[in-house]
């Protein structure tokens, strides 16, 4: 549950800086860093959030997993909770990885391509523009990620939630408890350190 509420105060300090009402990094954003160590420094910073995510959010989806076939015997159990978490891990983050190296692929084409070879050469340069499209499509897809597993694990442990949304089709209801769980928890967030 509090990785649930983690995922949602996440998924919603990024909705809430892509609109502009909230950042969190926000002497980051309005100082220009001046050697390669403080880039270096917001870069680790950065990493660091996102791995913390990450793991938080591939916990979340293996003990999901698991309690889809809390009722079987041991060995189905470790069967596939250990499929999940190969899945999640490979399937998805190996992707990801894979999709973020695209540009200097693109790089490499390039090079290779000089100017003998226009189709590896279009390749390429494709990728290379692609790039940061695909990180927009991914942080959208990665904050709706969040928003549902933190509003499921809420609808699915929590009786009261469950049957006040059971009007709304599921994926909706999950969507619509993560979203407002993600705003109530930065706003409590942002109360207690104006207090402190």
Same mark, same amino acid.
């Given at each position: 549950?509090? *990785?649930?509420? +983690? ?6 300090? =990024?909705?809430?800086? +892509? ?8 002497? #980051? @954003?309005? @100082?220009?860093? =001046?050697?390669?160590? #403080?880039?270096?420094?917001?870069? =680790? ?25 809390? #009722? ?18 490979? *399937? ?5 990885? %894979? ?6 692929? *693109? ?17 390429? #340069? ?6 940061? =499209? ?16 933190? *509003?499921?694990?809420? $609808? ?13 089709? @599921?994926?909706? @209801?999950? $969507? %619509?408890?993560?979203?407002? $769980?993600?705003? %109530? ?12």
């Amino acid at each position: 549950m509090f *990785g649930g509420v +983690y995922l949602a105060y996440e998924a919603g300090e =990024k909705v809430l800086e +892509y609109f502009g009402f909230h950042n969190t990094h926000k002497e #980051e @954003s309005t @100082s220009i860093a =001046k050697t390669e160590a #403080e880039i270096l420094l917001i870069e =680790k910073s950065k990493i660091k959030s996102a791995i913390l995510t990450d793991f938080i959010l591939s916990i979340e989806i293996v003990i999901m997993a698991l309690g889809t076939v809390l #009722e079987q015997a041991l060995a189905i159990q470790i069967i596939a909770v250990t499929f999940v978490a190969f899945l999640v891990t490979v *399937g998805v983050y190996g992707i990801v990885a %894979l999709l973020v190296r695209m540009d200097d692929f *693109g790089f490499k084409l390039i090079e290779i391509a000089q100017d003998t070879k226009p189709l590896l050469k279009k390749i390429g #340069e494709t990728l290379v523009v692609a790039l940061p =499209k695909v990180i927009r499509v991914l942080t959208f897809l990665g904050t709706l990620a969040m928003f549902l597993v933190a *509003g499921g694990i809420f $609808l699915h442990n929590i009786e009261l939630i469950h049957h006040t949304l059971a009007f709304m089709p @599921s994926i909706l @209801s999950e $969507l %619509l408890f993560g979203f407002t $769980l993600g705003m %109530l928890s930065v706003g409590i967030h942002q109360m207690i350190k104006k207090v402190f």
